[in-house]
Each structure stands twice: as structure tokens, then as C-alpha cells.
């Protein structure tokens, strides 16, 4: 759930000058739907699970939306996801890739939700890394994005052609 907060946050608080996520879902309500129909979870208990999520922890389900954050920040987003992601879909990051107002980037390897950090491998934590420092430095105003950049899906950065394809 980390990248998922770490999106909202940024949509909230304008210190946060650069994200990082790793599997993010675009909405929860999307996500537990996608549990739901993977574990053939019932109406009933469907009902169950969320009128007690949702009381115990006091918030509603339809208001945990990365999905709106990133449509109405500019924060640059570097996002990363497994192609067999069998907990939260790709989909959700692609969602969250074209949805965003803001410069992102999408990394996607082939690896599932339980393992994307030893497919992602030392690379990504070094690309992560660099993407922080270039974005979060005091009185940061890069003109580009890190050039390993020109090779992911993209869109829209500063003097970058804008790439949107995915596979």
C-alpha cells in the first residue's frame, strides 16, 4: 500500500516534489474488485469486508483514488510494475500512467507483485535513486528528466518528445 499512499500524499502535500511507486493501485475500489472476482469473494461477504473496513478504519472506499491525486498534480512520477502482477493488475499503474497531468514514467518488467523488487534488481534502486536527486534537490528545476528516461514510456517532461506507447 505504500505506493498508493506515497500518490495521494504528493496530491495533498505540495513538499512532496517527486514519487516513486512500485505497483500502485489507481483506486481502491478497483483493486478489491480485482481481489473480489481472483478469490471469488461473494456479495455478502463483499458487503461485510467493506462495511467493516470502513468503519473500523473511518474513511470510505471510493475516497482512496491515487488515480485523482495524480490528475491534479504535476509532481513527477516514476512508476514501476510487474507484467504478472496477480495482486494488483498492471492495468492499475497504466491507469495511473495515463492519467497523469504531470511527467511520468513507466517501468514494467516481467515479475509479479511478490518478487518486482528482485526483478527490478540494483538498476531500478539506482534509477530510483537518480529520479529522486534529480526532482527533490533544493531549488531543483531540471530541464530534463535522467536520460535512462528516453527509454520507458513517457510523458510529458520538459524538452522530451512525448513517448506513450505501452506494451
Known amino acids: ?3 498508493a ?6 496530491g495533498i502535500d505540495p513538499r512532496v516534489k517527486a514519487v516513486v511507486a512500485v505497483a500502485p493501485f489507481a483506486e481502491l475500489s478497483s483493486e478489491m474488485q480485482f481481489f473480489y472476482e481472483t478469490h471469488h469473494v461473494s456479495l455478502l ?3 461485510l469486508i467493506e462495511a467493516a473496513a470502513q468503519r473500523e478504519g473511518r474513511f470510505q472506499i471510493s475516497e482512496v483514488s491515487p488515480l485523482e491525486a495524480v490528475e491534479n498534480i504535476d509532481t513527477p512520477i516514476l512508476l514501476a510494475h510487474g ?3 496477480d495482486i494488483v493488475p498492471i492495468t492499475e499503474s497504466l491507469r495511473l500512467f ?3 497531468r504531470g511527467p511520468v514514467a513507466l517501468e514494467e518488467v516481467d515479475g509479479k507483485h511478490m518478487n518486482i523488487r528482485e526483478v527490478l534488481g540494483k538498476p531500478f ?4 535513486i537518480e529520479w529522486m ?3 527533490v534537490a533544493v531549488n531543483a528545476h531540471p530541464q530534463s528528466p535522467p536520460a535512462w528516461v528516453a527509454g520507458l514510456p513517457r510523458r510529458p517532461f520538459p524538452g522530451t518528445e512525448i513517448v506513450t506507447s505501452v506494451k
Open 5 to 10: 499512499v506515497a500518490l495521494q500524499w504528493a
Open 45 to 47: 461477504q463483499r458487503f
Open 83 to 85: 507484467r504478472q502482477d
Open 133 to 135: 536527486d534529480t526532482y
Open 98 to 100: 495515463h492519467a497523469a
Open 1 to 3: 500500500l505504500g505506493a
Open 125 to 128: 534502486l539506482k534509477r530510483a
